[in-house]
T-cell receptor, first 111, second 116 residues
Framework: TQLLEQSPQFLSIQEGENLTVYCNSS?????LQWYRQEPGEGPVLLVTVVTGGEVKKLKRLTFQFGDARKDSSLHITAAQPGDTGLYLCAGATSNTGKLIFGQGTTLQVKP | NAGVMQNPRHLVRRRGQEARLRCSPMKGHSHVYWYRQLPEEGLKFMVY????????ESGMPKERFSAEFPKEGPSILRIQQVVRGDSAAYFC??????????????FGAGTRLSVL
């Protein structure tokens, strides 16, 4: 059974602080996607990483895929209250369409 | 360009009734996935369908749950004789491609099922 361990589960920080969310597995994924989900809504795709060691930046968000394609991280610089939400990582395998989701990280950024 | 459309957004059923959840994929997408999100838990894969075919139903409960994606019309997730434990948010996602490394799925807003 493929599992994705996401940490931390909850994070409450002050505006302007930096943070990192981790996603780890013993399995290799062909790609890994990060989503953000607001209460009452569906997950919204932030980024997809495909190549081992790949780094992608989206404004203040930096995503990294591990060299072995088993882990990923999301780093937010100078967090803002608008970053508050649930962040989900999801791994895809090449032989099936299904995504394996992590448990999610609930981020609260206080003004 | 309309996104993935799910309806209804909220559905209330009494124990023993049937629930039907609908999903229209994004235009040009022929692959549909259903996921379930229980309170305080992550999303769990249920089933993957292409037009008129079930490709992977490894996450579907063996009884009471079924899914279809007909040639015409939306994909339907059907839950018969609902029980309180079926209360959850059900999400549909669609993608344009399969069999490639980059499998990007776009999600609908979900249907929140409450069983009384």
């Amino acid at each position: 059974t493929q599992l994705l361990e996401q940490s931390p589960q909850f994070l409450s920080i002050q505006e302007g602080e930096n943070l990192t969310v981790y996603c780890n597995s013993s399995s290799v994924f062909s790609s890994l996607q990060w989503y953000r989900q607001e209460p009452g809504e569906g997950p919204v795709l932030l980024v997809t990483v495909v190549t081992g060691g790949e780094v992608k930046k989206l404004k203040r968000l930096t995503f990294q895929f591990g060299d072995a394609r088993k882990d990923s991280s999301l780093h937010i610089t100078a967090a803002q209250p608008g970053d508050t939400g649930l962040y989900l990582c999801a791994g895809a395998t090449s032989n099936t369409g299904k995504l394996i989701f992590g448990q999610g990280t609930t981020l609260q950024v206080k003004p | 360009n309309a996104g993935v459309m799910q309806n209804p957004r909220h559905l209330v059923r009494r124990r023993g009734q049937e629930a039907r959840l609908r999903c229209s994929p994004m235009k040009g997408h022929s692959h549909v996935y259903w996921y379930r999100q229980l309170p305080e838990e992550g999303l769990k894969f249920m089933v993957y369908l292409q037009k008129e075919n079930i490709i992977d139903e490894s996450g579907m409960p063996k009884e009471r749950f079924s899914a279809e994606f007909p040639k015409e019309g939306p994909s339907i997730l059907r839950i018969q004789q609902v029980v309180r434990g079926d209360s959850a948010a059900y999400f549909c996602a669609s993608s344009p491609t399969m069999g490639q490394v980059k499998n990007i799925q776009y999600f609908g807003a979900g249907t929140r099922l409450s069983v009384l």
